[in-house]
């Protein structure tokens, strides 16, 4: 029995791609980091049918995901007719741990601008009574 779990960031451009029997699929990349060093694997993943489509829906490149699946390595005779290998993480199942997507981070940002001037309900010029001040 082999499992794997890994935490990373998504490295590119999710493309949701669908089978010719209707199965949605997305092969992509994460980066892990190793342990406590500087080094990083990126690691081959596939994720198949609902996961997919919410993956695609609320993360894109940069976005950081835990998944839980196993290890394959799938062969096949090439062009050249030699045998080729792909190594892949078959996801099992997969949560999100935050989404970057553009749109998200965009909108992010603007509200961040909006919410961090406190006064902008207020008007720029202010009337005090002289005679209604303590002192």
């Known amino acids: 029995m082999q499992r794997f779990i890994g935490i990373g960031n998504i490295t590119r ?3 949701l791609k669908y ?3 209707n199965k949605a699929i997305i092969e992509t990349n994460i980066a892990i980091k190793r342990g406590f060093t500087d080094e990083t694997d990126f690691i081959n993943i596939q994720v198949w049918g609902k996961q997919a489509e ?3 829906k609320y993360c894109g490149k ?3 995901i ?3 699946g196993e ?3 799938d062969s096949f005779d090439g062009r050249d007719g030699k045998k080729v290998y792909k190594t892949y993480i078959l996801v099992g199942s997969v949560e999100f741990l ?3 997507k553009k749109e998200n981070k965009a909108e992010e940002k603007q509200e961040a601008v909006d919410n961090s001037d406190v006064f902008r309900n207020f008007a720029n010029e202010v009337e005090i009574d002289p005679m209604s001040l303590p002192f």
């Open 19 to 21: 089978t010719t029997t």
């Open 98 to 100: 935050d989404t970057k």
């Open 71 to 73: 290890l394959r390595i």
């Open 13 to 15: 451009n999710l493309e």
């Open 54 to 56: 919410n993956l695609a």
């Open 62 to 64: 940069g976005s950081k």
């Open 66 to 68: 835990a998944i839980d």
